[in-house]
């Protein structure tokens, strides 16, 4: 799915446009994929060497880093991420990424080369149609549905008044049912959930799944295997009433997208007032946020009338008392009771080093985050647990999941049961369940089953749930 094209004044008024894969591309399937396209009818250069990042917003807003890079763009290149997110784990996320069911994606970019001169800031929405259909599906005389033979439902698009996807049920070998899915387009995103309606109108969940209708039109689904033919046949009283084989169908899928708009573009040195009546909504708050955020990243960087110290083993940052009780439960404990902290005027952290700290300290003045890598949101992540900055918990935690591969999932896994983090715990469980014999197999898992035993048991006993 690709977004609006948009013009870059301060890049040579290069044209753009962002291209995203939520059901995966050929390179990674098991991936959302995002790129950065130069578009062939651009204008400026033959090259244009830039840098770019893409960050997600979570559900509270806050933006979760997915990575950058910096490369040439000629006219028609797109660079990105083929692996941006595992789909596992972006739908076991569901909530945190979509907020009303909106994806939302921001990407930087800027000439490393140039001195930025000007500022600027695009606003894009599309809207993605989507198609919703229910039906039940009767196989009559199902005893003579024999491997010669097909029963066939049609699902048409409302919209188009076309048949958007044919479904076909036959016997395949080892008697197995087979349903086969023929799309009579290009769906980037197919979603079917198929039920038995038994005799006594209950509804027994055959399979939920995801297709992507774009290099093949055609996919089958095998009933398990303890639907077989002749194992329905063995309890046909329950399946088979009457001697009628009943489906119910629930799908939704794609169309062209409804709506695919620029909704805002803001470029200059002279800021717009945050009174314009023009401004979009959305606008103003961006500026106002902005506004408030150099403010006190200034204040992080001179700190003047700063009324506390934060004193680490070898070195010391001077901040104020009314921002690090505004960010922090803990801290606000520290300040408004006669604990020592308020008498010494000074707080003592001893269990991180200066950079953790200083990281900490940074995002509760700025809400943002310094660049990151494994080791150092590992650290930012316990420090944020253990002054319950809730936010910088989350964005941490956002980072480590999408950082998440088989030699550091041991350690993952850890620092989520220390921290009793219940959802990042099954997560990465379910990581290594679903690869667990490469996993299983290292020196890590070794070494992690001595010495956390109960934990490897816990987690190995989910295979069987």
């Not at 297709?211 to 095998?222: E, P, Q």
């Not at 009771?337 to 300290?361: S, Y």
């Not at 590992?378 to 941490?396: F, Q, R």
């Not at 959802?423 to 197999?441: C, P």
Request: proline share 3%.
């Amino acid at each position: 799915m690709k977004s609006p094209s948009f013009i870059v004044n301060t890049m040579d008024e290069s044209k753009w446009c962002l291209i995203i894969y939520p059901a995966g591309c050929r390179f990674a399937e098991e991936y959302v994929a995002i790129y950065l396209k130069r578009l062939m009818h651009s204008k400026g250069p033959s090259d244009i060497e830039i840098e770019y990042e893409f960050n997600l917003s979570s559900e509270s807003g806050c933006l979760i880093p997915m990575g950058g890079s910096n490369d040439i763009f000629r006219k028609g290149d797109a660079s990105g991420f083929s692996k941006l997110l595992e789909k596992e784990l972006f739908h076991l996320e569901r909530a945190s990424y979509l907020f009303q069911d909106t994806l939302t994606v921001m990407c930087k970019m800027w000439k490393s080369t140039e001195h930025l001169k000007q500022r600027g800031r695009c606003v894009a929405r599309t809207r993605i149609g989507v198609e919703r259909s229910s039906f039940v599906w009767a196989v009559e005389r199902f005893s003579s549905f024999g491997s010669d033979e097909k029963n066939t439902y049609e699902i048409v698009s409302t919209k188009e008044n076309e048949i958007a996807v044919s479904l076909n049920l036959f016997e395949a070998a080892e008697e197995l049912i087979c349903l086969e899915f023929t799309a009579a387009k290009e769906i980037p995103v197919f979603r079917f959930r198929l039920f038995i309606l038994c005799a006594a109108g209950d509804a027994e969940l055959v399979s939920e799944k995801e297709y992507n209708f774009m290099d093949s039109r055609v996919i089958k689904l095998y009933f398990p295997f303890h639907l077989a033919k002749k194992e329905m046949f063995a309890r046909k009283e329950f399946y088979l009433p009457n001697d009628v084989l009943t489906l119910r169908c629930e799908c939704a899928f794609t169309t062209e997208s409804s709506a695919s708009e620029i909704e805002s573009t803001l470029y200059g040195c002279n800021t717009p007032s945050i009174e314009d009546e023009d401004l979009p909504e959305n606008a103003k708050k961006l500026m106002l946020s902005n506004t408030l955020k150099e403010n006190l990243k200034s204040w992080f960087r001179k700190p003047l009338f700063s009324d506390t110290e934060v004193k680490t083993q070898t070195n010391t940052f001077p901040a104020h008392k009314i921002i690090l009780s505004a960010r922090s439960p803990v801290f606000k404990a520290m300040f408004t009771k006669e604990m020592k902290e308020t008498i010494d005027k000074c707080v003592h952290i001893d269990d991180f080093c200066d950079d953790t700290v200083q990281r900490m300290l940074f995002y509760m003045y700025t809400d943002e985050l310094q660049d990151l890598e494994w080791d150092s949101a590992c650290d930012l992540y316990a420090a944020a647990d253990k002054y319950e900055i809730l936010s910088l918990k989350e964005k941490c935690s956002s980072f480590l999941k999408a950082s998440l591969c088989h030699s550091n999932a041991c350690e993952a896994l850890i620092l989520a049961d220390t921290h009793s983090d219940l959802g990042f715990k099954r997560m990465v469980q379910h990581f290594i369940l679903r690869d667990g014999k490469r996993i299983m197999n290292s020196d890590a898992w070794k070494l992690f089953m001595e010495t956390h035993v109960k934990l490897a048991a816990d987690t190995m006993v989910l295979q069987f749930k």
